[in-house]
């Protein structure tokens, strides 16, 4: 008997997605915004924030009552630019969406967009909203604040979320240029999909309170919970080797995410108050850029394409025949993955049938892959 992934298409497992948030009590049209989002991520290859996600992210907290899953999107504040948006703990996926699209459409007329929401909840990969801005011709930039788990450094108390630092810009090429990522060496989604794959965690992510490193998986989840460990800051421990830097880019995330909106930060996003599960409302940020209010659109779009293709042309290190650039794997993993489907390992496959048997639904009693 083979350990390896079963594979399925990804408007298979997008389906799938809508019928368990509809099942939940998501409305069909904010049931297929967040499965779209979700799916983006595993088309990319970013493994550890789509289907992986859908039942300890999403359907676990709108079961235990703490992410409502009816989204009442409030704009509390609006001028012509910038607006500020309260979730109301709402689906992220939803709140996220509708910013980006608020926040296009204000640079559409003005130049720059940009939105800030409060009270929102996980909305899955900055890069989706990112892309969004991208594909409109424009720059995107998001910044989303998170549960503590990055120790500030010369610390060893999970203080400040994983806070990405997400871009993205058209370009001329195949793909466009997108960066997203962690201001930790690595995301806590990374460590539950090492949870899930039967993996110890590398050295030199995780330190505890002695500020000794760890690599036991299923234990470095429940002590982040509880504040036992924390994520080292992307650039390491300490200074010497610039782990400063990415501690104060996870700060400057948290202050685009809680200061603008008058939003929760750092310990109040930790989801337990007095040993209770209790909602996780988190801050955004996102702005978007018209290429077209600064120079012509393709004249950028060649622009961006010319320093990506000098950069993969440049000099490689001994025993390496490629450079990439931001953006180049995920495009990559999307051609293959379009072709092969999109892999599911046993966890997540354990996840889906579970979700299916509870939520009865019963046009899944044999998956694809049942079948073969």
């Known amino acids: 008997m083979t350990n390896d992934p079963v594979r399925a298409s990804a408007d298979f497992i997008e389906q799938f997605m809508v019928d368990v948030f509809c099942g939940l009590g998501v409305p069909e049209e904010d049931a297929k915004v967040c499965a779209e989002v979700l799916i983006c991520a595993d088309k990319l290859g970013i493994d550890s924030h789509g289907i992986n996600r859908c039942k300890p992210i999403y359907y676990d907290r709108i079961k235990s009552g703490i992410l409502n899953p009816v989204t009442h999107f409030e704009i509390v504040r609006d001028s012509k630019a910038t607006a500020v948006v309260d ?57 989303t604040n998170a549960r503590p788990s990055i120790a500030p450094t010369f610390g060893v108390e999970n203080m400040l979320g994983t806070n990405p630092l997400t871009f ?16 930790s060496v690595c995301q806590r989604g990374k460590i539950e999909l090492y949870e899930r794959m039967g993996k110890d965690t590398p050295a030199g992510l995780v330190i505890d309170r002695s500020g000794k490193t760890r690599t036991d998986t299923s234990r470095i989840l429940a002590d982040l919970k509880s504040g036992k460990a924390a994520l080292v800051p992307l650039g390491g421990l300490g200074d010497e080797t610039g782990g400063h830097k990415g501690y104060g880019y996870a700060t400057t995330v948290e202050l685009l995410s809680s200061a603008l909106q008058n939003g929760n930060s750092m310990k109040q996003l930790s989801g337990v108050k ?72 046993g966890a997540i496959v354990a996840d889906m049938k579970a979700m299916r048997d509870e939520l009865g639904l019963s046009q899944y009693k044999v998956f694809p892959w049942e079948q073969r």
Do not use: W
């Open 87 to 143: 979730g109301h703990n709402g689906m992220g996926h939803v709140v996220a969406k509708r910013c980006m699209q608020m926040a296009i459409e204000k640079a559409r007329e003005h130049g720059v967009g940009c939105v800030v929401a409060r009270n929102s909840t996980h909305f899955g990969i900055a890069g989706y909203y990112a892309l969004m801005a991208a594909e409109a011709g424009m720059i995107g930039q998001i910044s």
């Open 168 to 183: 993205a810009m058209p370009s001329d090429e195949k793909f466009p240029f997108m960066i997203d990522c962690a201001t």
């Open 274 to 345: 007095e040993g209770k599960p209790t909602p996780i409302e988190l801050g955004h940020f996102f702005m978007a850029i018209d290429v077209q209010a600064f120079i012509d659109l393709e004249k950028f779009k060649g622009n961006v394409g010319h320093v990506l293709r000098e950069l993969r042309v440049s000099a490689k290190a001994p025993g390496r025949d490629r450079i990439y650039t931001a953006g180049e794997k995920e495009g990559i993993a999307l051609e293959e993955r379009s072709k092969n489907g999109i892999p599911l390992p």
